[in-house]
């Protein structure tokens, strides 16, 4: 099974609102993954794509990748805080406010799913389920309900 990963370091945004989106794609298909971010309404999500087209690209680079794209899924994504830029804002009376302009460091990981595999019985015929061992009672009160009505 392959997997890769690609990080992206000091992105001009904070770690939470990064966590947003990073959230929307976790363990989906990459495909479907880059379709949610193309319809993301937030300004990382470009940022994002690029990490995960990054990260697909790498994969396919690995020894052993299969070649199927479409079998690779965000098996994890996170984003942690990086450094932060410390500004100052003039304020009324002399005063001045401090301004934190935060960075993040995204980090993208896809894996391969493994093949699906079909269990094909003897005779040609799909494996038959067998009973699950513990029935389904019903619950007192829906049980005292149903002997009420069946005595009116």
């Not at 794209?69 to 932060?84: T, W």
């Not at 391969?112 to 005779?123: F, Q």
């Not at 061992?133 to 309900?145: E, I, N």
């Amino acid at each position: 099974m392959i997997e890769a990963h690609a990080t992206a370091r000091y992105v001009r945004t904070s770690a939470q609102k990064a966590g947003l989106v990073l959230d929307l794609i976790r363990g989906k298909d990459v495909n479907q993954a880059l379709a949610t971010l193309t319809f993301a309404r937030k300004s990382v999500a470009a940022d994002v794509a690029k990490l995960l087209r990054s990260a697909i690209a790498n994969a396919q680079q690995k020894d052993g990748f299969g070649g199927d794209v479409d079998r690779l899924f965000v098996s994890a994504c996170y984003a942690n805080q990086g450094p932060s830029q410390k500004r100052v804002r003039p304020a009324p009376m002399g005063r001045a406010f401090r301004v934190l302009k935060r960075t993040a460091h995204l980090t993208v990981r896809v894996s391969e799913r493994p093949e699906k595999v079909v269990a094909v019985s003897g005779a040609g015929e799909p494996a038959k389920r067998r009973p699950r061992t513990g029935a389904v009672k019903k619950s007192a009160p829906a049980a005292k309900r149903a002997s009420k009505k069946a005595k009116e």
